[in-house]
């Protein structure tokens, strides 16, 4: 069973509410589940750690 | 739909059954050992190519598969095939595996008696895996696992992280308490590590280089001193062989005057022509010499020149050795030349720097301008100030040692440091990859037990609809299926039960109703998924069920029956039998379908109509012990014969408008005893083979007495008990069980099919090629 809307849409709102991932990686992630992909998380999170590392150091400078 | 089995099971040879799909449910009844189980089976074989109701079996180590070919019969022979709406599909045994052509976009279902209660009964992880399908969402459990994977090796990566942190801080640690200048920087750890590596890498490689340098020259200087020294006096040692040499040779020249080195050759020519010839007289004057002493005194003349030859040899060697000799001297000193000039380069960069006191170099290098300089002489000054050059040469190798040991220092407290910084940004990562990757997962978490009990609510709702469907008003609420809250892949089932909160159904509930609950969430699981192309198979599974829910069930299994493609209720109930035959259950969108008893030579067989009622009523005469048997078998076969009679003679029959038309035994008498000339016209003729008469029997006399006990049936036979008190219950079921019989034998063939067709124009007789029953008359007498 691929994943029903109505997940889709309380997991997306939720990543986005909780600030859990930007935008583009919890797009990626919504459209690995409507193709029943693997998702690579490593490569996700660390991805979303460098984003907020550079924000935050650009923040600080 | 059309199941076709050969060499299956209990089918020998081939067997066929028709569902009419038209109808959403059929009942299949049979007797134990009829063969139901097998039409299951076979579904299943050749829809899935599993061993059916074989799956969860023990055999002993058997093959499943093999013991599906029938015992008289090869594995080749095996063949079952499904037809529904023009599409078939196969499935035959090759080797150890099932091979299917054809496709059916329809799924089987069975729910057999065994597997009835097993969903309410079984631990909640193994409920789980039963349900699973049908309230997973596989990419949510497969990435909460994912991520869950990635946590735990995280947090190992994050301990290894650390690990390497403290092992790099230790070699700091050791690295100050063995370089460090203690009094210098006492316990301060930091400022050493600042003042290590405040100065510049490049500046250390390249003072590093500068020190190196210098000091590969000094030890050039000193290798090849020996070297160049020992030339001069190899070359003095040359040039007095040489002078030597000469003298010898001058001295020679000297006792020979003349151009005896010319007349050298003349005197060999002389010398050998004396050998050769004999003669005593000179060649030259002629005159008569004694050739012997005159051999003699040329022997003597060569042999003086020829130490001068070899003396001039000599000299010319010795010559050549001087020459050579200064050849190699010169090179020498080129290159020890070239040596000083680098030293003074590289000690004049190693000055100029002015980070080591370096002593001056010697005069004798210093002075040396030009290759030549390097005389003996001067080599003898430099062998006297080599002394002075000794501190240089130990500075320089200290300080070489020290940088080296800086630039070695720096590197490793640069590498530590650089450990430090990359495992603790790493660190970082993996802290917010964990933390992160935790919320995340709390997110699918939540969202895949949300989604599963959302299901399960619909479910529950839905089965719980159904059971009440049947059991009305028995007290049990709110009956739910739902995912343990914090264990994974646990399925619980409660409800309140009789007023008790979270009850287990298994504990409280009887056989039979937990039979029901079963069956009840068997259809709700399945209706979730697909239902129009699914077949459900109820094998045997309503077994349990009494009489007084048995309508109930009936009538929600015909209700659900519509969701399904078709519904297959498999029974040896005999009630339900009855009951469909008479009418009090339903038979709106119901087939009905009757498996005869099994044999080894016969296989599979289907009954149909009234010879199968026949059958069982000559059974129930015979045996004499149910006046209700006897009764209701009765009543059914006449239902049929009379419905025939009626119809082929286009009997008046009450009709009621708008509504399915159903009549009774009165209903079929009133019909015929109506219609004043037929009955007293019916008669049958019984023929041989040959087609001779071989009697004639009158129907009306039969058709009397039947008519006349037709209250006995009602009464003993029916549900209406009210005059059954008024009877002798036995015999009098007896009687009309008889007289039953007697109409049978009269109007049936020995098949005891009806004689239904008309081909001959003129009577009614039976089917097939041979003609044993003829019934007259053709019409009805007007």
């Given at each position: 069973?691929?994943?029903?809307?109505?997940?889709?849409?309380r997991?997306?709102?939720?990543?986005?509410?909780?600030s859990?991932?930007?935008?583009?990686?919890?797009?990626?992630?919504?459209?690995?589940?409507?193709?029943?992909?693997?998702?690579?998380?490593?490569l996700?999170?660390?991805?979303?750690?460098?984003?907020?590392?550079k924000d935050?150091?650009?923040?600080?400078? | 739909?059309?199941?076709?089995?050969?060499a299956?099971?209990?089918?020998?040879?081939?067997?066929?059954?028709?569902?009419?799909?038209?109808?959403?449910?059929?009942?299949?009844?049979?007797?134990?050992?009829s063969?139901?189980?097998?039409?299951?089976?076979?579904?299943?074989?050749v829809?899935?190519?599993?061993?059916?109701?074989?799956?969860?079996?023990?055999?002993?180590?058997?093959?499943?598969?093999?013991?599906?070919?029938?015992a008289?019969?090869?594995?080749a022979?095996?063949?079952?095939?499904?037809t529904i709406?023009?599409?078939?599909?196969?499935a035959k045994?090759?080797?150890?595996?099932?091979?299917?052509?054809?496709?059916?976009?329809?799924?089987?279902?069975?729910?057999?008696?065994?597997n009835?209660?097993?969903?309410?009964?079984?631990?909640?992880?193994?409920?789980?895996k039963?349900?699973?399908?049908?309230?997973?969402?596989?990419?949510?459990?497969?990435?909460?696992?994912?991520?869950?994977?990635?946590?735990?090796?995280?947090?190992?990566?994050?301990?290894?992280q650390?690990?390497?942190?403290?092992?790099?801080?230790?070699?700091?640690?050791?690295?100050f308490?063995?370089?460090a200048?203690?009094?210098?920087y006492?316990?301060?750890?930091?400022?050493?590590?600042?003042?290590?590596?405040?100065?510049?890498?490049e500046?250390?490689?390249?003072?590093?280089?500068?020190?190196?340098d210098?000091?590969?020259?000094?030890?050039?200087l000193?290798?090849?001193?020996?070297?160049?020294?020992?030339?001069?006096?190899?070359?003095?040692?040359?040039?007095?062989?040489?002078?030597?040499?000469?003298?010898?040779?001058?001295?020679?020249?000297?006792?020979?005057?003349?151009?005896?080195?010319?007349?050298?050759?003349?005197?060999?020519?002389?010398?050998?022509?004396?050998?050769?010839?004999?003669?005593?007289v000179?060649?030259?004057?002629?005159?008569e010499?004694?050739?012997?002493?005159l051999?003699?005194?040329?022997?003597?003349?060569?042999?003086?020149l020829?130490?001068?030859?070899?003396?001039?040899?000599k000299?010319?060697?010795?010559?050549?050795?001087?020459?050579?000799?200064?050849?190699?001297?010169?090179?020498?000193?080129e290159?020890f030349?070239?040596?000083?000039?680098?030293?003074?380069?590289?000690?004049?960069?190693?000055?100029?720097?002015?980070?080591?006191?370096?002593?001056?170099?010697?005069?004798?290098?210093?002075?040396?301008?030009?290759?030549?300089?390097?005389?003996?002489?001067?080599?003898?000054?430099?062998?006297?100030?080599?002394?002075?050059?000794?501190?240089?040469?130990?500075?320089?190798?200290?300080?070489?040692?020290?940088?080296?040991?800086?630039?070695k220092?720096q590197?490793?407290?640069?590498?530590?440091l650089?450990?430090?910084?990359?495992?603790?940004?790493?660190?970082?990562?993996?802290?917010?990859?964990?933390?992160?990757?935790e919320?995340?997962?709390?997110?699918?978490h939540?969202?895949?037990?949300?989604?599963a009990?959302?299901?399960?609510?619909?479910i529950?709702?839905?089965?719980?609809?159904?059971?009440?469907?049947?059991?009305?008003?028995?007290?049990?609420?709110?009956?739910?299926?739902y995912?343990?809250?914090?264990?994974?892949?646990?399925?619980?089932?409660?409800?309140?039960?009789?007023?008790?909160?979270?009850?287990?159904?298994?504990?409280l509930?009887?056989e039979?109703?937990?039979?029901?609950?079963?069956l009840?969430l068997f259809?709700?699981?399945?209706?979730?998924?697909?239902?129009?192309n699914?077949?459900?198979?109820?094998d045997?599974?309503?077994?349990?069920?009494?009489?007084?829910?048995?309508?109930?069930?009936?009538?929600?299994l015909?209700?659900?029956?519509a969701?399904?493609?078709?519904?297959?209720?498999?029974?040896?109930?005999?009630?339900?039998?009855f009951?469909?035959?008479?009418?009090?259950?339903?038979?709106?969108?119901?087939?009905?379908?009757?498996?005869?008893?099994?044999?080894?030579?016969?296989?599979l067989?289907l009954?149909?109509?009234?010879?199968?009622?026949?059958?069982?009523l000559?059974?129930?005469?015979?045996?004499?012990?149910?006046?209700?048997?006897?009764?209701?078998?009765?009543?059914?076969?006449?239902?049929?014969?009379?419905?025939?009679?009626?119809?082929?003679?286009?009997?008046?029959?009450?009709?009621?408008?708008?509504?399915?038309?159903?009549?009774t035994?009165?209903?079929?008498?009133s019909?015929?005893?109506?219609?004043?000339?037929?009955?007293?016209?019916?008669?049958?003729?019984?023929?041989?083979?040959?087609?001779?008469?071989?009697?004639t029997?009158?129907?009306?006399?039969?058709?009397?007495?039947?008519?006349?006990?037709?209250?006995?049936?009602?009464?003993?036979?029916?549900?209406?008990?009210?005059?059954?008190?008024?009877?002798?219950?036995?015999?009098?079921?007896?009687?009309?069980?008889?007289?039953?019989?007697?109409?049978?034998e009269a109007?049936?063939?020995?098949?005891?099919?009806?004689?239904?067709?008309?081909?001959?124009?003129?009577?009614?007789?039976?089917?097939?090629?041979?003609?044993?029953?003829?019934?007259?008359?053709?019409?009805?007498?007007?």
């Open positions: 069973m691929t994943l029903p809307e109505p997940s889709t849409a997991i997306r709102n939720a990543f986005t509410s909780e859990l991932l930007d935008v583009d990686a919890s797009e990626e992630v919504i459209k690995a589940f409507a193709h029943n992909k693997e998702i690579n998380w490593n996700i999170l660390t991805k979303q750690f460098e984003i907020e590392q935050s150091d650009e923040a600080g400078t | 739909m059309k199941l076709e089995l050969e299956f099971r209990g089918v020998n040879e081939s067997f066929s059954i028709n569902f009419n799909t038209k109808q959403n449910l059929t009942v299949l009844y049979g007797e134990n050992g063969g139901k189980t097998t039409i299951s089976d076979a579904f299943e074989f829809i899935d190519g599993s061993s059916g109701s074989l799956e969860e079996k023990s055999l002993d180590g058997k093959s499943r598969l093999g013991q599906l070919v029938n008289r019969c090869g594995a022979d095996l063949r079952v095939s499904l709406q023009n599409k078939t599909r196969t045994i090759s080797g150890s595996k099932v091979v299917h052509s054809g496709v059916l976009e329809k799924q089987i279902k069975v729910l057999s008696r065994r009835i209660t097993k969903l309410i009964e079984e631990t909640p992880a193994n409920r789980f039963r349900i699973q399908d049908f309230v997973s969402i596989t990419a949510l459990d497969r990435e909460e696992t994912s991520l869950n994977s990635l946590i735990l090796t995280e947090k190992k990566n994050l301990e290894s650390a690990k390497l942190i403290a092992q790099a801080r230790e070699v700091l640690v050791d690295l308490s063995q370089y200048d203690k009094e210098k006492g316990d301060r750890r930091q400022e050493w590590q600042q003042d290590i590596l405040a100065e510049s890498g500046s250390i490689a390249r003072n590093f280089n500068i020190l190196d210098l000091d590969q020259q000094i030890k050039r000193r290798d090849d001193f020996k070297r160049l020294a020992e030339s001069h006096t190899a070359l003095a040692k040359a040039a007095e062989t040489y002078e030597r040499e000469t003298k010898a040779l001058t001295k020679l020249i000297t006792e020979h005057n003349d151009d005896l080195a010319k007349a050298f050759e003349t005197l060999q020519h002389a010398q050998t022509y004396f050998k050769v010839s004999g003669s005593d000179c060649p030259v004057c002629d005159s010499v004694g050739h012997v002493t051999a003699q005194k040329v022997d003597r003349k060569l042999a003086s020829k130490a001068v030859k070899e003396q001039s040899q000299t010319k060697d010795a010559k050549d050795a001087r020459q050579k000799a200064q050849t190699s001297r010169r090179t020498l000193q290159s030349f070239a040596i000083i000039t680098k030293l003074k380069g590289a000690y004049g960069a190693a000055a100029e720097t002015k980070k080591w006191e370096l002593p001056d170099l010697v005069p004798a290098l210093l002075y040396a301008d030009k290759p030549e300089d390097l005389s003996e002489e001067w080599f003898a000054e430099l062998r006297a100030q080599a002394a002075q050059l000794k501190p240089l040469s130990e500075i320089v190798e200290r300080e070489h040692a020290a940088l080296q040991n800086r630039r220092l590197s490793e407290v640069q590498a530590a650089k450990r430090i910084r990359n495992s603790t940004h790493d660190g970082k990562r993996i802290e917010f990859v964990i933390k992160r990757g919320a995340i997962k709390k997110v699918l939540d969202e895949r037990v949300r989604h009990n959302e299901t399960l609510q619909r529950s709702g839905n089965f719980a609809e159904l059971y009440q469907a049947i059991h009305p008003g028995e007290e049990i609420e709110q009956i739910r299926l995912l343990h809250p914090t264990k994974k892949s646990s399925a619980q089932f409660d409800g309140t039960l009789f007023g008790k909160e979270e009850a287990s159904p298994v504990a509930l009887s039979s109703h937990l039979d029901t609950l079963g009840c259809l709700a699981l399945e209706k979730r998924e697909d239902p129009s699914t077949i459900l198979f109820l045997d599974a309503i077994a349990s069920v009494d009489e007084a829910h048995m309508e109930r069930l009936y009538e929600l015909l209700d659900e029956a969701h399904f493609h078709h519904v297959v209720i498999s029974s040896h109930y005999r009630n339900l039998r009951k469909f035959r008479w009418g009090l259950l339903t038979q709106r969108s119901v087939e009905f379908l009757e498996l005869g008893a099994w044999s080894l030579d016969r296989g067989t009954t149909k109509g009234p010879s199968s009622e026949v059958k069982f000559r059974r129930y005469v015979e045996e004499a012990e149910h006046p209700s048997a006897i009764a209701n078998t009765a009543g059914l076969v006449l239902e049929n014969i009379l419905d025939f009679l009626t119809g082929i003679y286009r009997c008046r029959l009450p009709r009621t408008p708008g509504a399915e038309q159903r009549w035994l009165d209903d079929y008498r019909g015929l005893t109506g219609e004043k000339k037929l009955l007293p016209s019916l008669r049958c003729e019984h023929l041989d083979k040959q087609g001779t008469v071989r009697r029997v009158d129907l009306e006399p039969l058709l009397e007495d039947i008519f006349a006990r037709l209250q006995v049936r009602n009464a003993i036979g029916c549900h209406f008990k009210e005059l059954a008190g008024h009877f002798n219950e036995i015999s009098e079921a007896l009687a009309l069980g008889e007289a039953t019989l007697s109409l049978v109007l049936c063939d020995e098949e005891d099919t009806l004689p239904d067709r008309k081909k001959d124009g003129c009577s009614w007789h039976n089917r097939g090629s041979i003609v044993t029953r003829r019934l007259y008359p053709l019409l009805k007498p007007e």
